[in-house]
C-alpha cells in the first residue's frame, strides 16, 4: 500500500511531543519521575533512563539539572522533607489544640512517613548519600527540638534537655519505624512508642494517671 502525504502528517502528528517547560518545571518533574522510579522498584537498580523515560525527557536533559545520580538523591531527600515539614505545618496550625496530643499525633504521622517510605528510606537516608550533611532547616533533630520547646513552653511537656532529647526521640521513632517495616505488628509497637513518650515526656502531675488514662489509646493517623 503506497501511503500518501496524509497518512505520513498523521504518523507524525501521532507522535508524543516534548512539553517545553521552563527549568524550575522541567527540575521538579524530573524529581517527581525519579520519586515514582524509585518507589515503584529498588531503588538500587534505579538508572538515569527510567527517570528520563518516565519525565518524557532526554538523557542530557537529567545532566543539566543533576550532575550526578547522588545529586539526583540529595535533591529527592530535599523535596521529600521539604513537604513533609510544608504538611507538619499544616497540622500544627490550629493553636487551641493540646499541645500534647498533636504531639503524639505527630510523632505517629513520622514513624508512618518513613514505615511508607519503604526502601525509598533506605537509598536516600542510609545509601551512598548518608554523609552529606541535611540542611539544619530540614533536620529531624532540630524540629523536633522546636517541638519539644513549645511544649515545654505550654507545661505539657516535662523539662528537658532538649538539645540532648530531641536525637534520643528521633532515635527512638525511626527504631520504631523500623521495627514495623521488619517485623510488622505496627499495632503493639505503636501503643508501645507512645507509653514511652508518656513516660518520658509528659509532665506529671498529681493526678498523673487519671491525665494518662484520658489521653485514650494510640492517636489514630487515618
Given at each position: 500500500m503506497v501511503k500518501t502525504s496524509d497518512d505520513r502528517f498523521t504518523k507524525k502528528s501521532s507522535a508524543p511531543k516534548r512539553r517545553r517547560l521552563n527549568p524550575d518545571e522541567r527540575r521538579v518533574e524530573l524529581l517527581e519521575a525519579a520519586l515514582q522510579v524509585l518507589r515503584s522498584r529498588d531503588p538500587v537498580d534505579a538508572r538515569v533512563e527510567d527517570v528520563t523515560a518516565r519525565a518524557g525527557a532526554a538523557k542530557g536533559t537529567f545532566y543539566l539539572y543533576f550532575p550526578s545520580w547522588n545529586d539526583l538523591l540529595v535533591a529527592v531527600r530535599t523535596h521529600l522533607l521539604s513537604s513533609y515539614i510544608n504538611e507538619m505545618s499544616r497540622r500544627w496550625t490550629d493553636e487551641s489544640a493540646n499541645w500534647w496530643v498533636s504531639f503524639e499525633k505527630e510523632c505517629l504521622y513520622f514513624v508512618d512517613y518513613i514505615v511508607e517510605l519503604g526502601n525509598l528510606h533506605q537509598a536516600i537516608f542510609h545509601g551512598p548519600i548518608a554523609d552529606q550533611p541535611i540542611e539544619a532547616e530540614l533536620s529531624a533533630n532540630t524540629l523536633l527540638s522546636i517541638l519539644l520547646k513549645e511544649g515545654i513552653e505550654s507545661g505539657h511537656c516535662r523539662p528537658v534537655d532538649v538539645e540532648a532529647a530531641a536525637p534520643l526521640l528521633f532515635s527512638v521513632l525511626h527504631t520504631?519505624?523500623?521495627?514495623?517495616?521488619?517485623?510488622?505488628?505496627?499495632?503493639?509497637?505503636?501503643?508501645?512508642?507512645?507509653?514511652?513518650?508518656?513516660?518520658?515526656?509528659?509532665?506529671?502531675?498529681?493526678?498523673?494517671?487519671?491525665?494518662?488514662?484520658?489521653l485514650g489509646g494510640s492517636p489514630k493517623l487515618r
Open positions: 520504631t519505624a523500623d521495627g514495623i517495616l521488619h517485623e510488622g505488628d505496627k499495632q503493639q509497637k505503636t501503643a508501645s512508642l507512645i507509653e514511652l513518650l508518656r513516660a518520658w515526656l509528659l509532665v506529671p502531675t498529681p493526678n498523673h494517671e487519671e491525665a494518662v488514662k484520658a
